[in-house]
């Protein structure tokens, strides 16, 4: 029996009975009397529960204010394992969020989280420091566009975005467009909006870091469901979106394989060991952008099959490379 079963335990005895001795509680919980007189203290003093110690009864009962009426414990609980567990997703968090702009919301309650644990407290914040993200990469989002779209996408309120495209054909660098927030995507480093473009009618994915302004409005967020949502923004391989996807037909060198083979490129990849020790892999894609860049960390080690448009891309990326070299 875990701390917290025991306090739920001792709760209820006390309930039930109205007056527990102190060898009741034992007896019941089966444990040390050190280790109960912690548990009593605990209650009494982080969880406000209403025990007193009836002298002429020789038990624990609750407090005068309190009989006839049923304490509860505070908020949601859970067990030692499960709070290191918490807290170990915590710190992940925060090397995620190295601005903070998530962190400095949810700490109040991880510091909740760490006061629940008592006496384990010192070994949670050990444990914290041993864990440890490393990112490299990472676009930097102003944490004032964070909030607004957090907050937006909450509240199911639709966003005004002043949006500054990477590239344009029609040689406009911003634009302005009213999106209903669907989703928040971290990948790589950098947080994307999945949401609905109100100016072209369908669903686009943005870039946090590319807002140069966010305004939510008053209007309510186009509903669209997660199965549509999914279908048109997750078939393609990386963060490139779309529902027409084509087929890579790659082969990995037997040296290579025994690590590539473990990683998986996409939920809907498909792959097979050859004769020779060498591994095929199919992915699906949208844009070869992405695979191209993923394909060049392979360069000399992978070959591209099919489709003959990605071969001749791959093999354009690989001269232009070279050429840098002469």
């Given at each position: 029996?875990?701390?917290?079963?025991?306090?739920?335990?001792?709760?209820?005895?006390?309930?039930?009975?109205?007056?527990?001795?102190?060898?009741?509680?034992?007896?019941?919980?089966?444990?040390?009397?050190?280790?109960?007189?912690?548990?009593?203290?605990?209650?009494?003093?982080?969880?406000?529960?209403?025990?007193?110690?009836?002298?002429?009864?020789?038990?624990?009962?609750?407090?005068?204010?309190?009989?006839?009426?049923?304490?509860?414990?505070?908020?949601?609980?859970?067990?030692?394992?499960?709070?290191?567990?918490?807290?170990?997703?915590?710190?992940?968090?925060?090397?995620?969020?190295?601005?903070?702009?998530?962190?400095?919301?949810?700490?109040?309650?991880?510091?909740?989280?760490?006061?629940?644990?008592?006496?384990?407290?010192?070994?949670?914040?050990?444990?914290?420091?041993?864990?440890?993200?490393?990112?490299?990469?990472?676009?930097?989002v102003p944490s004032?566009?964070?909030?607004?779209?957090?907050?937006?996408?909450?509240?199911?309120?639709?966003?005004?975005?002043?949006?500054?495209?990477?590239?344009?054909?029609?040689?406009?660098?911003?634009?302005?467009?009213?999106?209903?927030?669907?989703?928040?995507?971290?990948?790589?480093?950098?947080?994307?909006?999945?949401?609905?473009?109100?100016?072209?009618?369908?669903?686009?994915?943005?870039?946090?870091?590319?807002?140069?302004?966010?305004?939510?409005?008053?209007?309510?967020?186009?509903?669209?469901?997660?199965?549509?949502?999914?279908?048109?923004?997750?078939?393609?391989?990386?963060?490139?979106?779309?529902?027409?996807?084509q087929s890579a037909?790659?082969?990995?060198?037997?040296?290579?394989?025994?690590?590539?083979?473990?990683?998986?490129?996409?939920?809907?990849?498909?792959?097979?060991?050859?004769?020779?020790?060498?591994?095929?892999?199919?992915?699906p894609y949208v844009?070869?952008?992405?695979?191209?860049?993923?394909?060049?960390?392979?360069?000399?080690?992978?070959?591209?099959?099919?489709?003959?448009?990605?071969?001749?891309?791959?093999?354009?990326?690989?001269?232009?490379?070279?050429?840098?070299?002469?």
């Open positions: 029996m875990d701390r917290t079963e025991r306090f739920y335990k001792i709760e209820l005895l006390i309930r039930s009975r109205e007056c527990v001795s102190f060898a009741e509680l034992l007896e019941a919980l089966e444990v040390s009397p050190a280790t109960l007189k912690r548990d009593l203290q605990y209650l009494r003093e982080r969880m406000d529960a209403p025990i007193e110690y009836d002298a002429m009864a020789n038990g624990y009962r609750f407090g005068q204010a309190w009989r006839g009426a049923q304490h509860e414990l505070p908020g949601v609980w859970f067990s030692e394992k499960e709070l290191h567990a918490l807290l170990t997703m915590h710190q992940l968090l925060s090397g995620l969020d190295e601005d903070g702009i998530l962190t400095r919301h949810l700490q109040p309650m991880f510091d909740k989280l760490t006061g629940m644990l008592g006496a384990d407290e010192q070994e949670a914040k050990e444990l914290m420091k041993r864990v440890k993200l490393i990112s490299t990469a990472r676009r930097r004032a566009s964070f909030e607004t779209v957090g907050s937006a996408l909450v509240k199911r309120q639709r966003l005004r975005l002043r949006y500054r495209k990477r590239t344009s054909e029609s040689g406009r660098t911003v634009s302005e467009r009213t999106v209903s927030p669907l989703r928040l995507v971290h990948y790589r480093n950098t947080w994307y909006l999945d949401a609905w473009c109100h100016a072209s009618e369908g669903l686009r994915r943005f870039a946090l870091d590319a807002m140069e302004a966010a305004e939510p409005l008053d209007e309510k967020a186009k509903a669209v469901s997660a199965k549509q949502l999914e279908a048109e923004l997750d078939q393609g391989y990386g963060i490139f979106a779309g529902a027409s996807t037909k790659l082969v990995f060198s037997a040296e290579t394989a025994q690590w590539v083979a473990q990683e998986e490129w996409h939920p809907a990849q498909t792959s097979e060991w050859l004769a020779d020790g060498r591994w095929q892999l199919c992915v844009d070869a952008t992405e695979l191209l860049m993923d394909l060049l960390r392979h360069a000399g080690h992978v070959q591209v099959l099919a489709p003959a448009a990605l071969k001749n891309a791959y093999a354009q990326r690989l001269r232009a490379a070279v050429n840098q070299l002469v």
